[in-house]
């Protein structure tokens, strides 16, 4: 049986303006052959494991199949919103500054081109991120709990369409009119959910969201803003908000990533 590949990445995190010491944050990639190799979740946190070629879940029971999902899912949930969290806060840094260097300026413009605004403000509130079970609750309505093909085959959570025939991508098995409908092909579900984060911070359709999110972490008073993520509207927020009343998926929005993967340096 072929082994697991693991491939140890790291992220340089800046403590404070003054400090030299940097947390290093060691996310693991795993190549999964079958369901049991996810790893289970702890009480309260998170091992930072980034799974590729997430198999399907249709050998085991509806109960099974969604533990497997979540387990999969919230890792790259919350590896994500770390890495969003850090270049929020290095902006945050970077605009106290009198004086900026040429690499201060390229990251910061970077971000501003990467959120599509040209506004200091809304750039920071563009790169805010939200309630883990509002991100789990709509990965899984878009990916069938994991059953799509766009999921299975491009790591692809929330259905986001490509436009760009350079891009890596899949075609969709329908069609609008005459138009071919594509699919962004990630190469891991993390970056799939880092898409989406900047999808929603980017898109006008979410601008009621994205204020909402600025003051409060209330899911159930953020639900109602995301009716434009889909065509079905309303519907599609009490689906939302039933799936995470049933599968108490608020129980994840404390989940922290384990803290034994930050390591000083």
Known sequence: MKQLIYVLTAIGILIGACSEKKLILQTKEVMLESPEQ????????????????????ESLTVDQSKEKFIAAVLPAILVSKYRMNQDREKVQFIL???EWT?????????????????????????????PNSIVLVQAAVESGWGSSRFFQE????????????????????????????????????????????????RS??????????????????LLPHLKYYSERREAYVDQLRTIIRQNDLTQYDDYQIDPSFFIEQ
Do not use: C
């Open 102 to 130: 040429a690499e201060d300026s390229a990251f910061y413009h970077y971000q501003l081109d990467r959120f599509d605004t040209d506004n200091p403000d809304q750039l920071l509130k563009r790169m805010l991120t939200h």
């Open 38 to 57: 996810i790893f289970p979740l702890g009480d309260s946190t998170a091992r930072p494991i980034l799974y590729r070629n997430i198999p399907s879940f």
């Open 154 to 201: 491009a790591n692809n959570l929330f259905g986001i369409w490509s436009y760009n025939a350079n891009e890596p991508r899949i075609e969709a098995s329908y069609s609008r009119g005459d138009n071919r409908i594509f699919l962004r092909k990630y190469a891991d579900v993390s970056e799939s959910i880092t898409d989406y984060f900047e999808t929603v911070g």
């Open 96 to 98: 106290a500054q009198e």
């Open 204 to 221: 006008r359709a979410y601008r009621k969201f994205r204020t909402a999110r600025t003051v409060s972490s209330n899911v159930d008073e």
